[in-house]
């Protein structure tokens, strides 16, 4: 059997992280070695690009990424190159989950709570006080134990990326490739987004207001070269402040959970001193049917994209069913679709029949089959800023892709492998 090669590369500077990573195998950049080109050979592949559908498909994989695609007579296979023979099978772009939840993570007040504050440059951790129940900024990649046997699941459910974002409702999220076998090639970054879970409480909103306007301030002061004498609370540690920066700089997306319908009114209202934010947000569909019909959306919606779950959900007090995705569409929003949305992770088990089904179910709602696709692809791509190396199957991209029997959206078919970085990893 050829030996695969890890590279790890550390590329945190917070020396917990590194030690983490260290202890659990994993690089922030590593990726599965390849010792020679890799071609995939006769299958139909669906791009998610403008080339579409591909019939008698030849795939070059040249170090994880694709060299070559395009029809059999439009391809040379390389002289050197390990040939796969895929003749009759369908093969997708990997699916990305843009808010995965996993366990990590406190609130002030909680038994495991604690807060970090600065004084005089010197970090200082206390405890949570039972009463309270602010959230705690945390980072996913230092706070974590991720076994790596625990993306079994998400490996056979078709996922290839994976935006971990803390259960504690607040912090800096981690993009993990789902590789079952390989620990030391889990980690793609730690340095990924900032997420919150908000309720309409006036403690829950006021980290988001808080956080805000003490940015933005910071930011005037930054520019004028002075110190506000009124300058209130700023967001610390550094990590903190330089994710909510960028996020009211527009460099990177603000992932909200929000509780209700409520909720999301007030974050709107709040967001109306900032127009460069970009929103992630995650509501249910009869919540998102609320707002919709309210015409709340409408003045911010080049900047929001809609994260929901794969499912038909119910009018409040009734069997009216509500295809979330199709109403947001009909309005002009973009979706990305979780499968693990409102951290629901038990929705995924590892005896599916096809880990699209939900996407198949809301096709026969009345979704169309490249609307659903890119929901689970290349829209989640875009919210993380990948939409240059993920989400679609092209030249250039990462050849991360799923292998089926039979048309995938069909109950019938059946997941054969799951390929990422150009390397069979399905477990």
Do not use: C
Request: proline share 5%; charged share 20%; aromatic share 4%.
């Amino acid at each position: 059997m050829r030996t695969r090669r890890f590279t790890l590369v550390l590329a945190l500077t917070q020396t917990r992280a590194v030690a983490l990573i260290l202890a659990m195998g994993w690089g922030s950049a590593s990726t599965l070695a390849q010792q020679a080109a890799v071609v995939i050979q006769g299958a139909s592949v669906e791009t998610g690009a403008k080339a579409g559908r591909i019939d008698n498909a030849v795939i070059v994989i040249e170090n994880g990424r694709i060299a070559k695609l395009g029809s059999a007579a439009e391809v040379r296979i390389p002289a050197a190159a390990r040939l796969v023979n895929l003749r009759g099978k369908t093969i997708l772009p990997g699916l990305i989950d843009p808010v995965y939840v996993v366990n990590v993570g406190g609130t002030e007040g909680s038994s495991g709570g604690s807060r970090t504050i600065v004084i005089q440059g010197r970090a200082i951790t206390l405890p949570g006080d039972s009463g309270g129940s602010t959230p705690v900024f945390t980072r996913v990649v230092e706070n974590a134990s991720l076994d790596p046997r625990a993306f079994r699941v998400p490996n056979r459910s078709g996922l290839t990326l994976l935006n971990l974002v803390p259960s504690s409702g607040y912090g800096q999220s981690a993009l993990v490739r789902p590789t079952p076998k390989h620990g030391d090639t889990l980690l793609q970054t730690g340095d990924g987004f900032l997420y919150i879970q908000l309720s309409n409480r006036t403690e829950s909103l006021s980290v988001l207001r808080d956080n805000l306007a003490a940015t933005k301030r910071a930011t005037v002061d930054s520019s004028s070269g002075s110190a506000s004498a009124n300058a209130g609370p700023s967001p610390t540690p550094s990590v903190e402040r330089e994710l909510w920066k960028a996020v009211v700089e527009g460099k990177a997306p603000l992932l909200v959970r929000a509780a209700n319908a409520a909720t999301v009114l007030h974050v709107l209202a709040i967001l109306n001193e900032f127009p460069n934010v970009r929103l992630g947000l995650a509501v249910s569909g009869s919540d998102l049917d609320l707002l919709l019909r309210a015409d709340a959306l409408t003045d911010r919606k080049d900047k929001i994209t809609l994260i929901l779950a794969p499912t038909l959900d119910n009018e409040d007090g009734s069997r009216v069913r509500i295809h979330a995705a199709r109403l947001a569409r009909e309005a002009g929003l973009p979706v990305a679709l979780s499968l693990s949305h409102l951290g629901r992770t038990s929705e995924l088990t590892a005896n599916q029949a096809t880990p699209l089904f939900a996407l198949g179910r809301l096709i026969a709602a009345g979704m169309s089959r490249e609307e659903a696709l890119r929901a689970a692809t290349q829209t989640p791509a875009a919210l993380l800023g990948l939409e240059a190396t993920h989400g679609t199957l092209e030249e250039g991209r990462v050849a991360s892709f799923l292998v089926f029997e039979g048309d995938p959206l069909e109950p019938t078919s059946t997941l054969r492998d799951v390929w990422i970085e150009g390397n069979p990893t399905y477990d």
